[in-house]
């Protein structure tokens, strides 16, 4: 298992370092007696300023993994203002993302197809256990705002006699000045993950 203690160091050092009201302003996070009001993927939880403590306190089993956390200060700790552009991008289109496109090839866009490439409509149903939305493209996409500023878009084509089934998942043109390119591959593969277990869970 990937030691990710010094991930979490410097994570940690990037959200004191920033002021709580600028991170509460630019994150879309209300921020009440110095918690930050955080909701992620369906879960529901305070961060503390300075300390970067999450309450409820994480599970080393739990379903906010230590790579999460470290998302969300991540997060947290970029108040650079940033507006939506409205427009699709790849993964290849952010910074340097050609560089690590295998990489989240294989760790979200395969998943995402071997679970729902066969079962469009599943997708759907388990993006909207953690409030995505569907959208028009291919057989079957959906948004989900894994943060407030992070949309990312999932699509699914279903296979056929000719063809086997195939997806993408796509970014807001002005992702790479909210989180590290390197940050959507993790990010992805666990919003994949999460769906997966909802869908899992709902048979």
Known sequence: MMNYTAAQTKALEMFRAQAPEEMARYSGYELKDNRFQVRFLGQEFEV???????SPEPSPEGELPIFAQILVLHYLANTKPVSEEGRLITYKELPGGNIYIQPFTNRAIRPLVQQFGENPAGLIEAAAKIGGEPVRQGDAAVLVRAFPRVPVTMVIWGG????????????????GEVLHTEDFAV???FVVATMKRLALNSY
């Open 187 to 189: 990010l992805t593969s």
């Open 160 to 175: 056929d006699d000719e063809f086997p089934a195939s997806g993408n998942i796509l970014f807001d043109a002005s992702a």
């Open 48 to 54: 503390e300023y300075p300390s970067g403590k999450f």
